[in-house]
């Protein structure tokens, strides 16, 4: 069985994210999300309520399933016995991060390879940041992530979760 992970925060899961999840999902046999959970970065949910979010946006894929990871990714990696890593891109400035990081990987475990999926169009500009700054600022982002991801971001916008 082939099995591959496409890590990230997940802050939160957005319709770019599930793009790249559903494409990735036809190419391998199991598909893990792996919920990182101590990015560098601040979040606006938890660890628990973005593994939630994403289970429940992949809920109708059968070979997709949603795990948090800490430390290293290429441990998670090894871990659960993945032999590939998915990562999507959206403009150059991606492809120079995920090059750097590829190598990285890449000297830490040789055998992990990295399989990119170019963003289509309509998610070319999409990021969680993005989204949650217009989230913030009152914007609609209904039209971008799943249904109760956009309550989840209206609940924590307006501070009643």
């Avoid at 990735?24 to 792996?34: D, N, R, S, V």
């Avoid at 990987?105 to 055998?111: A, C, K, Q, S």
Wanted: net charge negative; with cysteine; hydrophobic share 45%.
């Amino acid at each position: 069985m082939t099995i591959a992970i496409y890590p990230g925060s997940f802050d939160p899961i957005t319709n770019g994210h599930l793009d790249v999840v559903v494409r990735a999902a036809q190419l391998f046999e199991k598909l893990i999300i792996g919920v990182y959970d101590t990015p560098g970065k601040g979040l606006m949910f938890t660890t628990e309520e973005r593994v939630e979010l994403a289970r429940q946006t992949i809920a109708d894929l059968a070979n997709v399933t949603v795990q948090p990871f800490s430390g290293l990714t290429v441990d998670f990696a090894c871990k659960v016995g993945a032999k590939a890593m998915v990562r999507g891109l959206r403009v150059s400035a991606d492809f120079e991060w995920e090059f750097d990081m590829a190598m990285m990987n890449r000297r830490l475990d040789p055998e992990l390879e990295l399989v990119c999926f170019m963003a289509g169009p309509e998610f070319q500009f999409l990021s969680s940041s993005l989204l949650k700054e217009v989230s913030r600022l009152g914007g609609n982002v209904d039209d971008l992530v799943s249904g109760h991801v956009a309550q989840a971001l209206r609940r924590k916008v307006h501070g009643k979760m």
